[in-house]
């Protein structure tokens, strides 16, 4: 490891220390390759080997200031955990193990360096637990907000790749953890600030807001095991999934509102029934999965939810009428809009 | 092919359009996957076959409005050229063949959807060109400058790959095509804005800074045949890629100030001749090779040259003592430093 520059990490912006500097930062935190890295962080671009026998799965997520975190409630570690769960997630829904990562930053200059040093070190914690790799990247000035572009590559047998395309009518959809919490946590930050959270469920949506932890174990086992037809994760919330993975199979798919997993922390901070089923649906950046189950693999997909001990909870069934719908206890209506991260969208207000 | 989204092309701005549109826009205007693309765009991530006994070459680099462009001389299709250009000119450096990109977009809610379909089809030009296949992204709204973050792979077989470190004292210094042609092209631009400049060298200038060529055939060609030792193309700058070419090489360099071929657009646009001689050196976005050359591999690189057509121009030679030379005619004086993007840098103004 090379040592961290001297002088650099308390004191100087990122515009002080200058381009060359904060990628020896860069250099200095990132523990050494493995041995199928030929060339890593500081040349033109890194040179992995390929894994034999295994397909590649390749994704790209950025977080934006302004739009995807505020800087006034996240710190810089959740800046830098997040980015890269985004991401990491997004493997997870295809049942793909973590390989290779690279990082583009976009950094306003007055952002101090000691800054950049927490982001950096909660990206690659994360990263080194999931066995994920930092290759390479690139670190420019931005005259306006902090962004975090990654992109992630990862590794799949052939025919262990879970899709969004793969559903069949008649196939049940389950979501992993609980919904509705990171909607109702940034809603919790947007009234109180940095403040911490009171410990307990409002705590615990605050933190799913803040740090998702990606379902990679779950979607790797159930991609191994073909546990499951269909996979998308919950980035843009559950109807847009929903929405998404059954045209992407030519289906429609009906939803049981009654059976939504809601998370406590959403119950306790949002109160309004309607808010809580809005913030469920529509609210965005859960991150849990969403999986199609067919009939024959349902025992396969338990044993998974056993030994991730990750909850799963059945929310209703893909058909062969295109209808998205949602089923309430005595009405039907059609499945709301996901979160647009274009519009203000319907992350609902505290 | 999927049809363009009807109403989209003509009107209204991206924030308007919607993240779905977008993303349905871009499918319309991607050529269809090759056969070892398994999943395209549109699924949580990309999937594809690696190439067999082949070394995978991945790197990421970003243009941000305001660093790297400007919208009053930059028109969309320079802009999605050049993005895409920057990453081949990381994978012309190291030898390799490109093979999928993957395109983050940040993107003004106001900015007209029919600008963003000028830039995706300028970059899907360029990357069809070069056998490049565009496999996913990401679409987000920034509340700040329009940024272009691309991530894009290439293959090359083992030992063949050109990295910054292999270069030997002795070893001559060659760079492809002319210097400073983007600084004196950007000078130009901010001076008569987004008028067509006179034919001849400026316009040249002008359309190497808008729309730089990447050398991807030369440096493929000198990675398959060997006919370098250490490769790095010009981003920052002649004199910055000197120093970490010599830097990576553990070694010290002598540029002959009066040997480097500077651009008639330079000469004609910044008249100075210290201010060309600072445009060649440091002015940056030159996007040529500098490549190391030992002595039993000239007849082979000048080969290179002449497949090609590319003109090259030895500058100096790499030396046993580290230092850094910038030699004149009759004087020594240590080579400056390169463009920085953080700061202002030192692009001359006309």
Redesign the interface.
Same mark, same amino acid.
């Given at each position: 490891m090379t040592e961290i520059p001297k002088n650099l990490t308390v004191g100087p912006s990122?515009?002080e220390?200058?381009?060359h500097r904060l990628i020896a930062l860069i250099r200095s935190l990132v523990p050494p390759a493995p041995p199928w890295v030929?060339?890593g962080i500081?040349?033109?671009?890194?040179?992995?080997?390929?894994?034999r026998n295994?397909?590649?799965? &390749?994704?790209?997520?950025?977080i934006?200031?302004? +739009?995807?975190f505020d800087r006034a409630f996240c710190d810089p570690e959740a800046i830098g955990f997040k980015a890269l769960a985004v991401n990491l997630s997004? &493997?997870a829904?295809?049942g793909?193990a973590p390989r +290779?990562a690279?990082?583009?930053l976009?950094l306003p200059?007055a952002w101090p360096v000691a800054d950049l040093e927490r982001l950096l070190r909660a990206l690659l914690a994360l990263a080194t637990r999931h066995k994920l790799v930092l290759?390479?990247?690139?670190i420019?000035?931005?005259?306006?907000?902090l962004?975090v572009?990654l992109?992630v590559?990862?590794t799949?047998k052939r025919r262990r790749?879970l899709?969004?395309?793969g559903g069949r009518a008649g196939d049940a959809l389950y979501v992993t953890g609980a919904l509705g919490a990171a909607a109702a946590g940034l809603a919790w930050l947007k009234l109180h600030g940095p403040a911490a959270p009171p410990e307990g469920p409002v705590r615990d949506a605050v933190e799913r807001f803040l740090r998702p932890e990606p379902r990679l174990r779950f979607g790797v086992i159930a991609g191994r095991t073909q546990a499951a037809s269909a996979?998308?994760?919950l980035s843009?919330g559950l109807a847009d999934a929903v929405r998404q993975l059954a045209g992407?199979s030519g289906l429609g798919a009906t939803l049981e509102a009654g059976a939504l997993p809601i998370h406590p922390g959403a119950t306790e901070i949002l109160g309004e029934p309607s808010q809580i089923l809005g913030a469920a649906l529509s609210g965005g950046e859960d991150y849990e999965l969403l999986l199609a189950v067919p009939r024959r693999r349902l025992r396969r997909f338990l044993a998974v939810h056993r030994l991730t001990k990750l909850p799963v909870t059945r929310i209703g069934v893909l058909t062969a009428e295109p209808d998205l719908v949602l089923q309430h206890e005595n009405r039907q209506e059609p499945l709301p809009a996901g979160f647009?991260?274009?519009?203000e969208g319907p992350v609902p207000r505290a």
């Open positions: 990122v515009g220390a200058g381009e030929s060339v500081g040349d033109d671009a890194a040179v992995v080997e390929p894994e295994k397909l590649e799965v &390749l994704t790209t997520d950025v934006v200031e302004g +739009v995807h997004d &493997l829904a295809m793909a +290779v690279l990082l583009s976009g200059a290759v390479g990247g690139n420019t000035r931005s005259p306006g907000p962004f572009d992109t590559t990862g799949c790749i899709t969004r395309a996979c998308m994760d843009d992407a647009e991260h274009f519009g």
